[in-house]
């Protein structure tokens, strides 16, 4: 009899299994608990404190540039970092880092995004092309080269891009909007190529040290559902 009753209660009116006192809004998709929204802000974002803790991915004094594409990972990695920098003392210049491919109507709209974010979040931030960093713009090189390998060198370039940006800003790291559901797939398709060397990379939480400028995964742990749920909830 109370299997029956507990099957016919409406999903509005559990509990959130973490606070036990406000009504639960969501299944949370990493844990298949039902929490309430204010739960779920608040574990979402120590979750990733704690990831920044454990893997010492920054240290005080540290200038950040978080890779901003306008992007709904980029652009949820820069408001929890701002807000985790601000509310655990992290001591870390922040900055957005933007690049523009040159590629007419491709960037427009996320650059507008990503200008958004700069005012929204307080964050300064920094543009910089393909004309900058190479000389081309993405349009020039097609109209070298035609359509048929412009994917290979936009592919290049793009690799490339942050890094270079970032030395001449001079930052100490990068953060990337990389996160669970990324790695998985790159794991995955490194294991289809069998390229074993990249395998190892492609897991770690920051990669790049032995080169001119780190970067680092503060999502590596976070599901893409939840990234997607976290400006919505």
Not at 135 to 162: H, P, S, Y
Not at 197 to 202: H, V
Request: aromatic share 8%; with cysteine.
């Amino acid at each position: 009899m109370e299997d029956i009753e507990g099957k016919q209660k409406k999903p509005g009116s559990r509990l959130c299994s973490i606070c036990t006192h406000k009504k639960a809004a969501l299944k949370r998709p990493k844990t298949l608990e039902q929490i309430c929204r204010e739960c779920f802000f608040e574990v979402f974002e120590e979750e990733i404190h704690k990831v920044v803790v454990d893997n010492q991915l920054f240290k005080s004094g540290e200038r950040i540039a978080i890779g901003a594409s306008g992007g709904k990972d980029s652009t949820v990695l820069a408001y929890v970092l701002s807000e985790l920098n601000r509310r655990h003392n992290y001591g870390l210049d922040l900055f957005l880092l933007s690049i523009d491919e040159g590629i007419t109507g491709y960037r427009d709209d996320s650059l507008e995004t990503v200008k958004r974010n700069e005012i929204e979040y307080g964050l300064p931030l920094k543009v910089l092309s393909y004309k900058d960093l190479y000389g081309w713009t993405m349009d020039e090189i097609v109209k070298m080269i035609g359509l048929k390998n412009n994917c290979t060198f936009c592919g290049v370039f793009r690799r490339q891009a942050l890094d270079r940006g970032a030395a001449l800003l001079k930052v100490d790291k990068v953060a990337t909007g990389h996160n669970a559901d990324d790695i998985a797939e790159t794991v995955l398709l490194n294991i289809l190529r069998g390229d074993i060397a990249r395998l190892g990379r492609c897991t770690s939480i920051i990669t790049g040290e032995d080169g001119p400028i780190p970067r680092c995964k503060p999502f590596k742990y976070t599901y893409e559902k939840e990234i997607v749920i976290y400006p919505l909830s």
